[in-house]
C-alpha cells in the first residue's frame, strides 16, 4: 500500500481550508474590532473611576485627560499637577477616539468640578462604543449609534 497523498487530494483539502478561511476571517476581523473598542471603552471609564476615587482618597483635586495616545489622571496642588496614573489611549488598540478634549476634573468630594458631563465616541471598523460620563461623575458604556 503507497504511503502518501496525490496532489489532487492536496489540492482539494487546500480548497476547503480556502473556503472556510474566506468565510471566517470577515467574521473574527468584526471580533476584533468589537473586542479592541470594548477594552479601550472600559480604560476610559477606569481612568475616570481612579481620578474620582484618588480625589476621595487624597480629599484634593483630580484632572483626568483622555486623549488618543494616553489617559492620564492627575493631582493638582497650586500650580503644578503630579501624574498619578497612566495608561496607553485608544490609539495603542487602534480605535479612533472622539470627544471633548479638556480635562475632567474631580473636587475631593468626588463630584465632578465645572463641566464634568461628557461623551467619548470610540470606533474601530464597524464597532463603536460611547463612554457617556454624567454631571454627577458617573459612567457607563453604550452602543455606538
Excluded: C
Excluded at 473574527?28 to 482618597?57: G, N, S
Excluded at 503630579?82 to 477616539?97: H, K, M, N, Q, Y
Amino acid at each position: 500500500m503507497p504511503r502518501g497523498v496525490t496532489l489532487l487530494e492536496l489540492l482539494v483539502v487546500l480548497a476547503v481550508v480556502a473556503v472556510l478561511a474566506a468565510i471566517g476571517l470577515p467574521r473574527a476581523a468584526a471580533l476584533l474590532d468589537t473586542v479592541a473598542t470594548e477594552r479601550a471603552a472600559r480604560r476610559v471609564v477606569a481612568a475616570h473611576r481612579v481620578a474620582r476615587f484618588t480625589a476621595i482618597a487624597r480629599s484634593s483635586v483630580m484632572l483626568v485627560t483622555v486623549t488618543a495616545d494616553s489617559l492620564a489622571v492627575r493631582a493638582v496642588r497650586g500650580p503644578d499637577t503630579t501624574t498619578v496614573w497612566r495608561t496607553p489611549g485608544p490609539a495603542a488598540d487602534g480605535v479612533s477616539l472622539s470627544g471633548p478634549e479638556r480635562p475632567l476634573a474631580f473636587a475631593p468630594t468626588g463630584l465632578p468640578l465645572g463641566l464634568g458631563n461628557a461623551t467619548f465616541r470610540l470606533a474601530r471598523g464597524r464597532s463603536s462604543r460611547d463612554v457617556v460620563i454624567s454631571r454627577l461623575g458617573r459612567t457607563r458604556i453604550a452602543p455606538g449609534s
